[in-house]
T-cell receptor, first 113, second 118 residues
Framework: SQKIEQNSEALNIQEGKTATLTCNYT??????LQWYRQDPGRGPVFLLL?????KEKRKERLKVTFDTTLKQSLFHITASQPADSATYLC????????????FGAGTRLAVHP | EAGVAQSPRYKIIEKRQSVAFWCNPI?????LYWYQQILGQGPKLLIQ????????DSQLPKDRFSAERLKGVDSTLKIQPAKLEDSAVYLC????????????????FGAGTRLSVL
């Protein structure tokens, strides 16, 4: 069966450390993968998109990797801040085409001062 | 640029009643999505419109849910009659669409409507 798995347990880290979130998928061949941030009571907000032929993508303190052999994406936040506390969702296109996303359940990140 | 607008923000109804949600996407966005998000889960696609045509409604419970996109802009999602398990946040999102390549699938979400069915 097709699955997208993110760590269901909350990730607690100290301010200033690097947070690493994992997204694993099964029986999909996505052309790209996206990461979104969701705060309580708000809709998801797009952060980064990485294509299947890209190994790594960076944006300010954010870094995403995409390993199509391992069927895994890692999302890193360096020098984390309490303001980074939120739920992070990974999403992929299920058919290698455009225009549709399947979302994981998300991982809640809590950054403590 | 104005974002995706949704209303109402909250709705409480009793089971077997009907309810409707409204969404106004970002101007110029061809694709509109409705998602259901149950607490602790990721958004689940209910229906996807390309302009005013339905692209995917495979996970829409058609015996009780219906949706339309008027003139390819605004959209409404209706539930009739509601069940207890429909309690969730209903999210609307829009994107530029496939004619804009991969970046056309970046989705912009509204704040959602929180539905409680008692």
């Amino acid at each position: 069966s097709q699955k997208i798995e993110q760590n269901s347990e909350a990730l607690n880290i100290q301010e200033g450390k690097t947070a690493t979130l994992t997204c694993n998928y099964t029986n999909y061949s996505p052309a790209y993968l996206q990461w979104y941030r969701q705060d309580p009571g708000r809709g998801p907000v797009f952060l980064l998109l990485i294509r299947e032929n890209e190994k790594e993508k960076r944006k300010e303190r954010l870094k995403v990797t995409f390993d199509t052999t391992l069927k895994q994406s890692l999302f890193h936040i360096t020098a984390s801040q309490p303001a980074d506390s939120a739920t992070y969702l990974c999403a992929l296109d299920p058919s290698g085409g455009y225009n549709k996303l399947i979302f994981g359940a998300g991982t809640r990140l809590a950054v403590h001062p | 640029e104005a974002g995706v607008a949704q209303s109402p923000r909250y709705k409480i109804i009793e089971k077997r009643q009907s309810v409707a949600f409204w969404c106004n996407p970002i101007s110029g966005h061809a694709t509109l999505y409705w998602y259901q998000q149950i607490l602790g889960q990721g958004p689940k696609l209910l229906i996807q419109f390309q302009n005013n045509g339905v692209v995917d409604d495979s996970q829409l419970p058609k015996d009780r849910f219906s949706a339309e996109r008027l003139k390819g802009v605004d959209s409404t999602l209706k539930i009739q009659p509601a069940k207890l398990e429909d309690s969730a946040v209903y999210l609307c999102a829009s994107s530029l669409g496939e004619t804009s390549g991969v970046l056309g699938n970046i989705q912009y979400f509204g704040a959602g409507t929180r539905l409680s069915v008692l």
